[in-house]
């Protein structure tokens, strides 16, 4: 049951907040919707006990790719499923609205979610309302840079950069002409591009060579789906990283795991991260047809990237203030300070042997599960919703 509660405190519980430097037994207590003290064994006094021994309390976790628009395309999901419903309370749309759509986004999606709702703005017009083949996406007469510009400067709170399809199936014949267009814009806006790389929808079509994309981003920007198994992605054929991956992240260039349903392969995985190269965010890429499986939820993506060798304190870092460094807002996300908003999320996490499954049915052997408990935002206290999970 989600519970509203003017004081409060979260008892008991172990705290790793990364950015913080902390890892320990500290209780938290919110008053008036603020951390009031972070503390050992703070007194209750008058306040709500929300007793959370044995569980693992965090800085709010921020899922950093999902397609949030319920009712658009084949896709869009309500924000507070994978949001608060899932122990995260800031989530990431990638791109459903182009301009044409972005108030709409604003008033129906971010003004009405109990999570909190960020937008990458797509460079095309349409959108996600074109559907997963995304075809058209690149066409020239649908990217207006004076539109975007308006509606990006309208609603910076909320926009945290540009979304463009780097696949052959949408770019088509327009090569690499509309990524140029989209590296202009992000350099006047000031805002990074977050480039999603892999054939994960079309087939047909030659594959984009990362390296050709990767020659055209630069530091802060985002690579989303690092560990696809698709054409276009971050191996050769014998399976080392192209040499320009490397380049790309030395000069800056972050790297987003984007799960979904097609895009994070065991085997891409486990070369991608024995050549060195690690993520800088984990997101579910969640939308209306993954949350069934194999995505879940951004506890369980996590409790994946564990079950490949990363510890707890790496992926809730990664969770946390990687991806609010990823999002441009450190310090405002990603930890928790005594005077902020309260934003806060409660996981438990289990010894259990399972089989973490990935988006081509690969499995691989998993020892720890992360549920999702509570997301705290404010004076509110949500409940995980129950979902089937592994
Ligand atoms: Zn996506």
Same mark, same amino acid.
């Given at each position: ?25 500290? !209780? ?7 951390? =009031? ?18 569980? #693992? ?22 924000? !507070? ?109 000031? #805002? ?43 191996? =050769? ?36 991260? =024995? ?67 309260? =934003? ?36 509110? #206290? ?9």
């Amino acid at each position: 049951m989600n519970q509203q509660s003017t004081h409060f405190v979260i008892k008991g519980g172990r705290l790793i907040d990364p950015a913080a430097g902390k890892d320990g037994l500290f !209780d938290i207590r919110v008053r008036d919707g603020k951390i =009031d003290a972070i503390g050992l064994d703070l007194k209750a006094e008058d306040a709500t006990v929300i007793a959370v021994k044995d569980h #693992i309390v965090t800085p709010g976790l921020v899922d950093v790719h999902l397609h949030l628009m319920k009712g658009l395309g084949a896709f869009g999901v309500d924000p !507070d499923i994978f949001g608060v419903g899932s122990g995260v309370t800031t989530v990431v749309d990638a791109g459903s609205a182009g301009h044409t759509l972005l108030n709409v986004f604003r008033n129906y999606v971010t003004d009405n979610a109990r999570t909190r709702v960020l937008n990458y703005i797509n460079l095309s017009t349409l959108g996600g309302v074109s559907g997963p083949g995304y075809s058209i996406l690149a066409d020239p007469r649908l990217i207006d840079e004076a539109k975007i510009e308006q509606a990006v400067e309208a609603n910076r709170d909320i926009i945290v950069g540009i979304k463009i399809m780097a696949t052959g199936g949408a770019l088509g014949s327009q090569g690499l002409k509309p990524l140029e267009r989209a590296r202009k814009l992000g350099d006047a806006l000031k #805002i990074p591009l977050l480039v999603h790389i892999g054939e994960s929808w079309t087939k047909d079509t030659a594959p984009v060579h990362v390296g050709d994309v990767l020659k055209h981003l630069r530091a802060g920007d985002i690579v989303t789906h690092m560990f696809t198994v698709h054409p276009g992605g971050l191996l =050769d054929g014998n399976g080392n990283l192209w040499p320009q991956v490397r380049d790309a992240k030395e000069s800056g260039v972050l790297m987003d795991v984007g799960h979904g349903l097609h895009n994070l392969n065991f085997d891409v995985a486990r070369k991608v991260l =024995d050549q060195g190269l690690h993520p800088d965010g984990v997101s579910t890429d969640g939308h209306r047809g993954n949350r069934a499986g194999p995505v879940y939820d951004l506890p369980t993506t996590m409790a994946k990237l564990m079950a490949l060798g990363f510890s707890l304190n790496q992926v809730v870092e990664m969770a946390t203030v990687n991806a609010a460094k990823l999002l441009g807002r450190p310090g405002e996300l990603g930890t928790l300070r005594v005077g902020q908003a309260a =934003d806060i999320s409660v996981l438990k996490i289990e010894d259990k042997e399972w089989r973490a499954v990935d988006s081509q049915k690969g499995t691989i052997a998993a020892h720890q599960t992360i549920r999702p408990v509570y997301a705290v935002r404010g004076d509110m #206290i949500y409940e995980a919703l129950t979902v089937e999970r592994p």
